[in-house]
């Protein structure tokens, strides 16, 4: 699998941003990003790193060398691999625990700092900042491409991409469904309260709902009733798409829940709801040859 950017990748990309292909983001920090402080300490879960190889790597790109987090079982051995797609705030710690809890399933979980190109986020403290000053200008090629980068590395450090899978929590859950219908390799993929509408622009030229129906692998949508950022009618009309593509994708809508339910270390965090939801992706994955 290529980690190269697409050859019409420039062409996707105005000057202005074409000209900071360059890393910024070369290292991970350690701790929350400073945008979702103070952190619910009495909520956050912390999952050690006993019997497991975790820690920062740098995975070869079209361009350079880009900062992931990885946890994977020490030892010899293949595991099946899963993408970790950061929320909008980079890999902190709480997307860091997510791939040590992944490891702790027998799973190479490995999340790559998306955004390195860009920006920091984790060390922006305003949200609206992070959104306009980074987000708005990470383009989907640039994420597509550096995930199958992390896909070429992890085959080359103890895993089976023959078992491929994908999760990824807000701004990652959108990523999942595109992802899904990018690589031909995946078995399946988890999405947690992505967007999946939008206005299409040069850099996110299509969105979930335009991809419904061609996704090579299924996709479980976990998603909260009261989440004003995802409107019901957006589900509605994924549902729609899924269903008229014969598509095998499931959306599980949790009434009464917020956006950012399985956020452990915010005032969003439904316990319930979101230890529900890991069951259903443990039996997503399982179900489907991850």
Same mark, same amino acid.
């Given at each position: 699998?290529? *980690?190269?950017?697409?050859?019409?990748?420039?062409?996707?990309?105005?000057?202005?941003?074409?000209?900071?292909?360059?890393?910024?983001? *070369?290292?991970?920090?350690?701790?929350?990003?400073?945008?979702?402080?103070?952190?619910? +300490?009495?909520?956050?879960i912390h999952t050690d790193d006993a019997?497991?190889?975790?820690?920062?790597?740098?995975?070869? =790109?079209g361009d350079g060398e880009m900062v992931?987090?990885r946890a994977q079982p020490a030892g010899?051995?293949?595991?099946?691999?899963?993408?970790?797609?950061?929320?909008? /705030?980079?890999?902190?710690?709480?997307?860091?625990?997510?791939?040590?809890?992944? %490891?702790?399933?027998?799973? &190479? #979980?490995?999340?790559? !700092? &998306?955004?390195?190109?860009?920006? $920091?986020?984790?060390?922006?403290?305003?949200?609206? !900042?992070?959104? =306009?000053?980074?987000?708005?200008?990470?383009?989907? %090629?640039?994420?597509? #491409?550096?995930? $199958? +980068?992390?896909?070429? @590395?992890?085959? !080359?450090?103890?895993?089976?991409?023959?078992?491929?899978?994908?999760?990824?929590?807000?701004?990652?859950?959108?990523?999942? @469904?595109?992802?899904?219908?990018?690589?031909?390799?995946?078995?399946?993929?988890?999405? @947690?309260?992505?967007? &999946?509408?939008?206005?299409?622009? %040069?850099?996110?030229?299509?969105?979930?709902?335009?991809? %419904?129906?061609?996704?090579?692998?299924?996709?479980?949508?976990?998603?909260?009733?009261?989440?004003?950022?995802?409107?019901?009618? *957006?589900? +509605?009309?994924?549902?729609?798409?899924?269903?008229?593509?014969?598509?095998?994708?499931?959306?599980?809508?949790?009434?009464? =829940?917020?956006?950012?339910?399985?956020? $452990?270390?915010?005032?969003?965090?439904?316990? !319930?709801?979101?230890?529900?939801?890991?069951?259903?992706?443990? =039996?997503? /994955?399982?179900?489907?040859?991850?």
């Amino acid at each position: 699998m290529s *980690t190269d950017l697409p050859a019409d990748f420039d062409s996707l990309v105005p000057g202005a941003i074409r000209s900071r292909r360059g890393f910024v983001v *070369t290292m991970l920090g350690v701790g929350f990003a400073l945008a979702v402080q103070p952190v619910m +300490a009495q909520s956050a879960i912390h999952t050690d790193d006993a019997g497991l190889l975790a820690g920062p790597v740098k995975v070869p =790109t079209g361009d350079g060398e880009m900062v992931a987090y990885r946890a994977q079982p020490a030892g010899d051995g293949r595991h099946p691999v899963i993408l970790v797609v950061q929320e909008i /705030f980079g890999v902190h710690e709480h997307i860091a625990d997510v791939c040590r809890r992944l %490891a702790k399933l027998g799973y &190479l #979980a490995i999340a790559p !700092e &998306l955004y390195a190109r860009q920006g $920091d986020p984790r060390a922006l403290a305003n949200v609206q !900042e992070i959104l =306009t000053t980074i987000v708005a200008k990470v383009p989907d %090629a640039q994420v597509l #491409a550096d995930l $199958d +980068a992390c896909v070429a @590395w992890a085959s !080359e450090h103890g895993g089976d991409t023959a078992r491929l899978g994908i999760t990824g929590f807000c701004w990652g859950g959108r990523i999942v @469904w595109l992802y899904a219908a990018h690589n031909p390799g995946l078995k399946a993929g988890v999405a @947690w309260y992505g967007r &999946l509408t939008g206005q299409a622009s %040069a850099l996110t030229p299509k969105h979930p709902v335009d991809v %419904a129906d061609s996704l090579h692998a299924p996709v479980l949508g976990l998603y909260g009733g009261a989440d004003q950022g995802i409107p019901p009618e *957006t589900i +509605a009309a994924m549902r729609e798409r899924l269903k008229a593509a014969g598509d095998a994708s499931v959306i599980h809508v949790y009434d009464d =829940t917020p956006h950012a339910f399985h956020a $452990d270390y915010r005032p969003s965090y439904r316990k !319930e709801v979101a230890e529900d939801g890991w069951r259903r992706l443990r =039996t997503w /994955f399982r179900e489907h040859g991850v």
